[in-house]
T-cell receptor
Framework: DAKTTQPNSMESNEEEPVHLPCNHSTISGTDYIHWYRQLPSQGPEYVIHGLTSNVNNRMASLAIAEDRKSSTLILHRATLRDAAVYYCILRGYNTDKLIFGTGTRLQVFP | DSGVTQTPKHLITATGQRVTLRCSPRSGDLSVYWYQQSLDQGLQFLIQYYNGEERAKGNILERFSAQQFPDLHSELNLSSLELGDSALYFC?????????????FGSGTRLTVV
């Protein structure tokens, strides 16, 4: 499985945008970029995923670099509820499982 | 409610015992995945089933086994329990087994072995 690199932690203030980076320089052409988050004492929660084009949904936006070697998860207006560990994961088209790394712990301050 | 149901939510048992964790996937999902999360290990993939058949194995101990039934619910059996098996066990489901699909996780079963 291709590896991703994320900062261990990031901080944000409430109602500000947050850009969570992820590097995946060994990504292959069939790897999907998945983002999940895990709030304290809860199961991981799907956020967004994409292949080549930028993606938007009600939770976040995913910006994928043109060479696909990096991506950024964008939370447009952080809330206290967004404080969580965010995982960036590559999942090949024919890969059955998600392999979680250590993720980025996001702190949001009032 | 994510649509993935895990029971029980909490389980306390003694070393050497056997327990069964149950997972009902989201309606329409054919794949079920089991993960273990302990404080010092992060989320570890254990095993995957797709439409009743074992599809992938991860770091699952020989003392652990799982199955997926015709109604697509899954059970994870943990036997000869040790203190180190204390962890959160998550089940996730997905409509398919390809990378283009996202997962939906349950809220987990917290197992404490004393």
């Amino acid at each position: 499985d291709a590896k991703t690199t994320q900062p261990n932690s990031m901080e944000s203030n409430e109602e500000e945008p947050v850009h969570l980076p992820c590097n995946h320089s060994t990504i292959s052409g069939t790897d999907y970029i998945h983002w999940y988050r895990q709030l304290p004492s809860q199961g991981p929660e799907y956020v967004i995923h994409g292949l080549t084009s930028n993606v938007n949904n009600r939770m976040a936006s995913l910006a994928i670099a043109e060479d696909r070697k990096s991506s950024t998860l964008i939370l447009h207006r952080a809330t206290l509820r967004d404080a969580a560990v965010y995982y960036c994961i590559l999942r090949g088209y024919n890969t059955d499982k998600l392999i979680f790394g250590t993720g980025t712990r996001l702190q949001v301050f009032p | 409610d994510s649509g993935v149901t895990q029971t029980p939510k909490h389980l306390i048992t003694a070393t050497g015992q056997r327990v069964t964790l149950r997972c009902s996937p989201r309606s329409g999902d054919l794949s079920v995945y089991w993960y273990q999360q302990s404080l010092d290990q992060g989320l570890q993939f254990l095993i995957q089933y797709y439409n009743g058949e074992e599809r992938a194995k991860g770091n699952i101990l020989e003392r652990f086994s799982a199955q997926q039934f015709p109604d697509l619910h899954s059970e994870l059996n943990l036997s000869s329990l040790e203190l180190g098996d204390s962890a959160l066990y998550f089940c996730a489901s997905s409509v398919g087994d390809r990378g283009s699909y996202g997962y939906t996780f349950g809220s987990g079963t917290r197992l404490t072995v004393v």
